[in-house]
């Protein structure tokens, strides 16, 4: 039978359940044992597939389709093994299968009540990853804060398991925040005492406390954290703050938070977390031989989380190539003709995001014929990709009036067009083109250089696709349309042969990549922007010797 950890949250929101549930699962999983993470969420939307980003951050989606919290986006790039939909369950999802099965019948025509049958629910969810065989321990991180109304049935779920499971095979670690006062010069503890004090209200009690904290936690602090706590002084986990989440393991590992873990849970300490290619990418990351400047062109560019998997990703990317990745948020409603060569000269690489609406998708297409002109490298996802088709049809083709139907549904030319299988659909919640599809690569191609193979499988998130009525007149006038669906024939990735780097894809290559596997064709644009910079700076060395 598996081991579950729960971790939860006090005092505010943002402290990094996800980063320690998933550095706490990296480490486990680095001496040998097999592990899972969930994430549970307060919020009644079925799902954050309908959220605007400015309201949650960027919606990850699974090889599965189930679009999810980007917490699960933290546990892949850590654990470097897929997610599915049963890691992540909001409390509208809870409610609509027990309002299902009240409809069914199928309480006998008992009061449905919070408990026990949405607690029920929540347990039987709980326990789902664990009872198949395939993990040894699956980490439940509870979103919200202790406190929150919408988080109690989630409290009493896991009061329940801790009595149910007995001692040995369930574990709450509670995260919670030590504030640094500069006037008094002195860290406080009462925060977090108060939080401590609080989920022990409702039953629940820690046996692990995780402190945030922006200054080191001293051995006295930590025993009136544990008497105060009730909790032992091991127990009591410092986590302060670090440069990059990637560092986050190896302090939860020096402050042996895995082996406080193992020793609760009954579980052998036989040898030391193997993290070598974990080190070898954080060595990298810290001591980059180059740099290069990438303008990120977003509508939401003003919330990080928004577009976090493609941050991540440059993350990686950028240690492959062992050059620093300094990303440049640009606004597209902010780019026109006027001033888009003065925004745009100091970058090495263009990467036009994802997102949906017409809101700043005239200065993206603006960029996007900028560096296509300047041979500037350029890398489109998505939207991204589908306003280059846009541009390419306007401004080599000759369409003056071409667009996306998403856009302009009377345009003569609708270059990118709602697919097929869209046009009946009207709910808007998870019923767009989601999850791993199967892309064949044409030989020979920039793509097929890129994955080193022909064909590839990558995850979708998208209603509207290239119109394939226009292929011929793309292909005649030199637009490589060098990967397809093999099934629908959906064109999912375009280059241009003459330009350094110039690809867009209609797929999320972002939300594939990790720490130990890189996507690609991020690789690959992290490359060229370098070779972009060390050509423009020799050319800049070159004119000032003339000079």
């Known amino acids: ?138 980490i439940t991180e509870l979103g919200g804060t202790v406190g929150d109304i919408e988080s109690l049935p989630y409290i009493e779920a896991v009061r329940q398991l801790q009595w149910e499971l007995g001692e040995e095979d369930c574990l709450v670690v509670h995260l919670t925040l030590i504030p640094y006062l500069r006037a008094a010069k002195e860290l406080k503890t009462k925060p977090t005492q108060h939080s401590v ?3 022990s209200e409702y ?47 190896l302090e939860m590992m020096r402050e042996k938070l895995d082996i406080s873990v193992l020793k609760r849970l009954g579980l052998p300490i036989e040898k030391e977390p193997e993290l070598v290619k974990w080190r070898e990418f954080l060595d990298k990351l810290k001591y980059p031989k180059s740099k290069v400047t990438i303008g990120l062109i977003g509508k939401y560019v003003e919330l990080q989380d928004a577009y976090k998997s493609i941050l991540e990703s440059f993350i990686h990317a950028g ?23 003065e925004k745009l000269k100091n970058l090495d690489g263009l990467l036009v995001a994802p997102g949906f609406g017409s809101r700043g998708i005239e200065g993206k297409i603006v960029a996007i014929q900028y560096a ?35 856009m302009n549904p009377d345009t003569a030319h609708p270059v990118i067009n709602l697919m097929e299988e869209q046009k009946k659909v009207t709910a808007k919640g998870g019923t767009m083109r989601l999850g791993a599809y199967a892309c064949e690569l044409t030989p020979g191609s920039k793509a097929a250089e890129i994955y080193g193979a022909t064909s590839i499988s990558e995850r979708h998130r ?50 594939k990549s990790t720490v130990e596997s890189p996507a690609p064709v991020f690789v690959s644009f992290v490359k060229a922007a370098k070779q972009y910079a060390e050509s423009k700076n020799g050319k800049t060395k070159l004119e000032e010797q003339i000079a």
């Open 1 to 138: 039978m598996a081991k579950y950890i729960f971790v939860t949250g006090g005092v505010t929101s943002s402290l990094g359940k996800g980063i320690i549930a998933a550095s706490l699962a990296k480490l486990l999983q680095a001496r040998g044992f097999r592990v899972t993470i969930q994430k549970f969420d307060p919020y009644i939307n079925v799902d954050p597939g309908t959220l605007n980003p400015y309201e949650h951050g960027e919606c990850y989606v699974t090889e599965d389709g189930a679009e999810t919290d980007l917490d699960l986006g933290h546990y892949e790039r850590f654990l470097n093994t897929p997610t599915s939909q049963a890691n992540n369950v909001t409390t509208g999802r809870i409610y609509q299968t027990v309002i299902n099965k009240e409809r069914e019948g199928a309480y006998l025509g008992k009061t449905v009540q919070v408990i026990p049958h949405i607690t029920d629910e929540i347990k039987r969810r709980i326990l789902l990853l664990g009872k198949d065989g395939k993990y040894d321990i699956v």
């Open 462 to 511: 998208h209603r509207y696709e290239f119109n394939n009525d226009f292929i011929q007149q793309f292909e005649e006038a030199g637009l490589k349309l060098s990967g397809k669906n093999p099934e629908s024939g959906l064109v999912e990735i375009i280059e241009l042969p003459d330009h350094p780097f110039y690809v867009g894809v209609q797929f999320h290559p972002e939300l």
């Open 319 to 341: 240690a492959q190539n062992e050059c620093k990745v300094v990303v440049q948020n640009i606004h597209s409603e902010h780019i026109t003709q006027e001033n888009v060569a």
């Open 203 to 249: 039953g629940v009690h820690p046996d692990i406390i995780v402190c945030r904290t922006e200054e080191p936690l001293y051995r006295d602090l930590k025993k009136k954290i544990a008497l105060f706590c009730n909790v032992q002084v091991d127990a009591v986990i410092e986590a302060n703050d670090v440069p990059t989440i990637y560092e986050v393991p």
């Open 372 to 406: 296509r002109e300047n041979k500037l490298p350029f890398f489109g996802i998505c939207l991204g990709m589908q306003m280059s088709v846009v541009e390419y049809a306007r401004n080599v083709l000759g369409w003056k009036d071409a667009h996306s139907s998403e």
């Open 197 to 199: 004090r609080l989920l």
